[in-house]
């Protein structure tokens, strides 16, 4: 890895003659009006859709409505429980708090997912341009990653955390000779703190790469201690706030499992789509580093980062996938360390990935946003504060996410219900259940099916505790809970009255 001249002295070389000189200012405007366009265009998905079809959205939202309610609501109080901490996975509680007073619930949900990929974007050409005072190959690439496996699940504070991260980085280049960076510094290490914890570690991770590529030699201690104004987020979680101490692995198949979540860093709707992408990524990372045209200033940190990937559990802090986060991250980041002066057509081709990709998001995203426009007419049946088993039959091998898997918490966003796929198990989640002698809540809805497999509702267990079972799937189930009447029905839905439930003081009773 090498690191990049000065881009003032790139600028000089640029710049050997008059018409040198114009067009290479052309070129460099015209790359940085195509970074702008590029990142206007990440919005476009949540634009064109109704609401985000993202697998996990749902149940953030119907976090986000407990959360703000403050007990006015009398079926919520009923139901749920909210304990507010300050943690490190904050980001999208944060904006929610105002933006639900301008815009409404719904709008301001749909209003972060739309800015979270356009500020990433942003942040991919702030990074450009603080190290080479113009927009690359690199990161324009880089942008393919935006819209990565994490985002497309969900997880909102996480991809909010890692935009902001990449401003820190490109803050701390820029005023890597100004006495007074620590004052920035401390306070914004907090700010990608509070949005999620791993993104902070990211941003640890970029600082230290960067300050690693200067060193001295191989015994220098100095990269260890210029980041030292980033640390101070780790007082409050040594004192225990908000934290959480759970770590796994997962129960078998380790090494299987971080195989598939390399050769799954670009998933999205098409495995051959998607690992041609990620093969074409890897393509340009390999050329570059072939050639000594990979910038060590950002290499280091997605060496580290990938590193990460394998070493990482998959489960820590209370969330799922902390290593299959950084996959995507560590692409990201490795793209941003091409430093590969190309011709216009080369920019062209590495904005043609992104844009086919954000096209296929875009169409898929308004397809299953006119799915979902139908499967949320059940809620007109559904009365205020009613009990709502939700039953998503789901394949056990796909390779898209699935947008439906936690559809069933807009019963408690549009009738103040108490539901069984929200996240709410109490010291994980700050939502949590005021009925603890039985499981209703996330991952109660999933029933996971092979081909073979038959589905019989009359084995659902959290029908036993509700009055309406609503089933989404694509595959027909052989049977409902007796004495259930289906009361509304869409080609792959239908919503059940059921027959009454069991005395919630004797849980194992029958109906």
């Known amino acids: 890895m090498h690191a990049s001249a000065h881009p003032d002295a790139v600028e000089a070389e640029a710049a050997t003659s008059n018409s040198g000189t114009d067009t290479y200012k052309r070129t460099r405007h015209e790359a940085l009006w195509m970074g702008i366009v590029l990142s206007l265009l990440a919005m476009l998905p949540a634009i064109v859709a109704w609401a985000p079809q993202m697998t996990d959205y749902p149940s953030h939202l119907a976090g986000f409505k407990v959360m703000l309610d403050h007990g006015h609501d009398p079926f919520l109080t009923r139901y749920f429980l909210f304990k507010w901490e300050w943690t490190g996975n904050l980001g999208a509680e944060l904006l929610m708090v105002p933006l639900t007073k301008i815009m409404g619930l719904e709008a301001a949900g749909r209003f972060i997912v739309a800015a979270i990929p356009f500020l990433t974007g942003m942040a991919i050409m702030a990074v450009e341009w603080s190290l080479r005072k113009r927009i690359g190959v690199g990161a324009i690439l880089a942008f393919a990653m935006i819209w990565s496996p994490s985002f497309l699940m969900g997880f909102l504070n996480y991809s909010l955390s890692i935009a902001f991260a990449l401003f820190v980085l490109a803050g701390w280049v820029r005023l890597e000779n100004w006495r007074w960076r620590w004052a920035v510094m401390i306070p914004a290490s907090f700010v990608v703190w509070l949005c999620h914890v791993s993104g902070w570690g990211v941003m640890g991770v970029l600082i230290f790469g960067y ?42 198949g380790v090494l299987e499992y971080k195989w598939q979540i390399l050769y799954r860093a670009m998933r999205s709707y098409d495995m051959t789509f998607d690992i041609a992408s990620l093969c074409v990524v890897v393509a340009v990372i390999v050329a570059a580093l072939a050639i000594r045209r990979f910038d060590g200033r950002v290499g280091w940190a997605a060496l580290i980062l990938l590193i990460l990937t394998l070493v990482v559990p998959r489960q820590i802090f209370g969330g799922d996938y902390a290593d299959y986060r950084l996959s995507t991250a560590a692409l990201l ?20 990935l992104f844009t086919a990709r954000i096209a296929v998001t875009t169409v898929v995203w ?29 394949p056990r091998r796909q390779w898209f996410f699935g947008p439906f898997e936690h559809f069933g918490s807009y019963a408690v966003v549009r009738r103040s219900s108490m539901e069984n796929s929200n996240f709410a198990l109490p010291d994980v989640h700050m939502l949590s259940m005021r009925e603890t002698r039985y499981r209703f809540n996330d991952p109660t809805q999933r029933i996971l099916y092979s081909d073979s497999q038959r589905i019989d509702l009359r084995k659902f267990k959290p029908a036993r505790h509700a009055d309406y079972l609503w089933y989404i799937g694509t595959k027909a189930p052989v049977a409902i809970p007796d004495g259930a009447r289906i009361v509304f029905a869409t080609p792959n839905s239908f919503l059940a009255r059921l027959p009454d439930s069991v005395d919630l003081a004797n849980p194992d009773s029958g109906s």
Do not use: H
Request: overall charge positive; some cysteine.
């Open 333 to 352: 980041v490795a793209c941003l360390a091409i430093d590969w002066p190309v011709p216009r057509w080369g920019l062209a081709l590495a904005g043609l």
């Open 211 to 252: 300050e690693w590529s200067k060193r001295a030699s191989w015994r220098d201690w100095r990269p260890f201690l210029r980041p030292w104004p980033l640390i101070f987020p780790l007082l409050p979680m040594l004192l225990g706030v908000g934290s959480n101490s759970k770590v796994s692995y997962g129960r078998f």
């Open 366 to 394: 308004y397809e299953d946003a006119q799915t979902a426009r139908q499967l949320v007419t059940a809620l007109d049946y559904v009365p205020e504060g009613s009990r709502v088993a939700t039953a998503i039959a789901i």
